[in-house]
Every structure is written in C-alpha cells, then in structure tokens.
C-alpha cells in the first residue's frame, strides 16, 4: 500500500533548503548578538547603579554648633 | 579566521547536498505521505531539511535522516488544522494523526514506543491512532 516508488526528488531541493536554512543561521546569529549586547548593557547597568550607591553618606562639612556647658 | 569559516560552509554545504542527494526521494515520499499533496510535502521537507541543515554541525553524530524526520513529523503535528481537509494521496481518508501514526510506524518501521517518546504523547495514543487508522484504512476501500 505505501511501497510506491519514492517520488523524484526536484533536483533543486538542496538548493532551496540550503537558502533556507542559510537564512536561519543569519537571524540565529543576529538573535545571539542582540540578546550578547542586551546582556552587556546590563551588566553595565547594574555595575553603575551598585557605584553610585555604594558610597558611604558624606561627613558633615559644618560642624555643629556648641550650645551651653 | 573567516578562511576557517569559509571552509567549514563549504564542508557544511557538500555533506548537506550528498544527504540530500541520497535521503530526499524517500524523506519526500514520507512528506507527500503525510500531507498527500505533493506539493505541501515539498514546502514541509523544504523546511525541516533547512533546520537539518543549520544544526549541521551540532548533530553530535546523529543520523541526519533520523533527525530531518523527526523535525518534519512535529512540523506536521504542529500543523494539524493545516491537514486536517482531505487532499489526496493514498491517506486520503484517514485523519491527520492517525496518518502519521501509519506512516512513522508502517513506512519509516518506528517503534510505536520511540515514536511516541519522540513527539512527546503517549505510546497508547500513538498505537490507538495506529489501530484506528489500519481499521479505517481496511473498512473503505475507494
């Protein structure tokens, strides 16, 4: 019932799924990039937020007034 | 550093035409089979054969063959809906997952158990929707 003879393949179906799949590894490869960059800048993000608030308070530069004794 | 890449396309394109050139004929009869237009098998063995073909060098010795069917039977399980209007061919009558059960089992000669495991359902559907399509493939005869 299914052993008919296979069906001749088009002789440029190699070519079509090569074109095909070349295309796909392109958008895979752009995928990566942008997801590689998206991930730096956050690092970098989160590196400059930690900085900024890593700093002890600043001492006072006045020094309080002495009252009474 | 792009010569080595250049090289690699180059190995990566030979090894994918001589697969092709060997595997097609029967990769296309197993689509035909499943879609029964020709036409639609093309379009879905195109597809399937171009994933093969970008993970070409991350098959870890896999059979590419194995690897190409598999990704054409979830194509076409994904694709149910897309089926499920008869279109011809010699399948003609049965639903879209009793035919792939008749072709995996019956044409490619998987085990119900490894089909099933593959697909991701389990083995007792892959082998009712087997049963069902031989009953329904022996009831009517065209």
Redesign the interface.
């Given at each position: 019932?299914?052993d008919?003879s296979?069906?001749?393949?088009?002789p440029d179906?190699?070519e079509?799924?090569?074109?095909?799949?070349?295309?796909?590894?392109r958008l895979?490869r752009i995928r990566n990039a942008v997801l590689l960059v998206l991930l730096l800048a956050a690092l970098v993000a989160a590196g400059v937020t930690a900085a900024a608030y890593s700093h002890p308070p600043r001492p006072l530069q006045v020094t309080p007034p002495v009252n009474g004794v | 550093m792009s010569g080595h890449r250049e090289i690699q396309e180059r190995r990566r394109a030979r090894e994918f035409e001589a697969f092709t050139a060997g595997a097609g004929g029967r990769l296309l009869h197993a689509a035909t089979l499943l879609t029964g237009d020709p036409a639609e098998g093309e379009r879905l063995l195109v597809a399937a054969l171009a994933s093969t073909f970008a993970d070409w060098f991350r098959l870890h010795g896999e059979d590419p063959y194995v690897r190409t069917r598999q990704d054409l039977a979830e194509r076409f399980t994904r694709a149910h809906r897309r089926y499920r209007r008869p279109r011809g061919g010699v399948l003609d009558r049965l639903p879209p997952a009793e035919r792939l059960a008749l072709v995996l089992r019956v044409y490619e000669g998987i085990a119900e158990e490894q089909s099933a495991a593959q697909l991701g359902m389990p083995t007792e559907r892959m082998r009712t929707n087997y049963l069902r399509a031989v009953a329904l493939m022996r009831s009517r005869r065209p």
């Open positions: 019932m299914l008919l296979h069906p001749a393949a088009p179906l190699a079509r799924a090569m074109a095909r799949g070349r295309r796909l590894i895979r | -």
